[in-house]
Structure formats: C-alpha cells, structure tokens
C-alpha cells in the first residue's frame, strides 16, 4: 500500500492541502514535452505530404493516360494522312488532275527536269 502522507499536510481543521505537481510542469518534463511536440508536428506533416503526394500521383497518372489516347488517336490520323498521301502521288491521279487543268506532257523537243 502507498503511503500518502508525504503528499499531505494537516493544516488548522479538518482541511488538507495537497504538496502535489504545480500546473505549469516542471522543468525535468519540459523536454518531454518539446520532443512529443515536434513528434506531433512531424506526424502531421508526413500525413499532409503523403496525402498531396497521393493527390499529384493521382493527377499524373490521369493527364499520362490522357496523353497515351491523344498520342493514339494523332497515330491513326497519321496513317490515314500518309495513305491519302499515297493515293495522291500515284502517277494516274496525277495525269488526271494535269488533264482537267488542261496541262499536257512535254513533247520530245523540250527540255525535261526531274
């Protein structure tokens, strides 16, 4: 069983006044109390960095995804581009457009450039 009456001290009646801890701390707790402090605040900030880390790799990984659709969709407009190339370069289809624009081949007395 404890003993009590060191905290105790009779005064005049039947009051009793406590010689207990003051409400300020005393000075062997102030470390403590500095340390629990700067480990609460370096709790708080690695919970707000992880939560923005999870917002910026969420946001990342949204504008990648949109980046990979826009990249396939510019792919299959440059095929469709090169073949409508193609089909125009054809010795035909030229001629053809010459012909309506009235133009003709040189004859064999004029100069001919590549």
Do not use: H
């Not at 905290?7 to 470390?31: I, L």
């Not at 402090?37 to 790799?57: D, E, K, N, Q, T």
């Amino acid at each position: 069983m404890r003993d009590y009456a060191k905290k105790y001290s009779s005064t005049s009646g039947n009051r009793q006044k406590v010689a207990g801890r003051r409400t300020g701390g005393s000075d062997r707790e102030r470390p403590f109390k500095i340390i629990g402090a700067i480990a609460v605040v370096a709790m708080l900030l690695g919970v707000v960095s992880s939560l923005w880390f999870g917002v910026a790799l969420r946001d990342g990984l949204g504008r990648l995804g949109k980046g990979q659709q826009e990249k396939a969709e510019l792919v299959a407009a440059n095929m469709a581009l090169a073949a409508e190339k193609d089909a125009l370069l054809q010795q035909e289809k030229i001629e053809a457009a010459a012909g309506e624009l009235g133009l003709y081949p040189p004859s064999a007395k004029q100069m001919r450039r590549p």
